[in-house]
């Protein structure tokens, strides 16, 4: 039997996960929106999220390396957006830090419809490796 430090690293573990799942919906909808406006975005974002909705869901990746995936797909959505005359930067990324806070704010971020769409479609089980 595990002792109490592993059982509290395996919960920070599973709540940062599930924070993780609602940063990838924020994600997931900016890109959505970019698609909408006919900005351009790298090929591999596409594939970075669906790596990351793949690692959260699994429940059996590290937060460090779902994390990364997440930072590389924030980074290319922020360069895209800014690229452009008409950008809502700002908007995605005060989404993005409410997403990764303690708290409500996830009532709040579920009342954008794209995200709830995808946040719905992340996969957040728990883990049965």
């Known amino acids: 039997m595990g002792n109490d430090s592993d059982t509290d690293r395996a ?24 698609k909408l406006r006919s900005v351009g975005i790298p090929g591999d974002v596409d594939l970075l999220l669906e790596g990351a909705r793949t690692k959260i869901a699994s429940g059996c990746f590290s937060v460090c390396s779902v994390g990364c ?14 690229s452009t005359n008409h950008n809502w930067v700002e908007f995605w990324i005060d989404l993005l830090g409410l997403a990764m806070s303690n708290g409500p704010e996830i009532e709040r971020i579920l009342k954008v419809p794209a995200v709830k769409a995808r946040y719905r479609n992340c996969g957040l089980t728990e883990c049965r490796c």
């Open 69 to 82: 995936d997440l930072s590389q797909v924030e980074g290319a959505l922020t360069t895209a957006d800014s």
């Open 11 to 34: 919960n920070v573990e599973a709540a940062v996960l599930q924070q993780f799942g609602l940063r990838w919906a924020v994600l997931g909808a900016w890109r959505d929106a970019l």
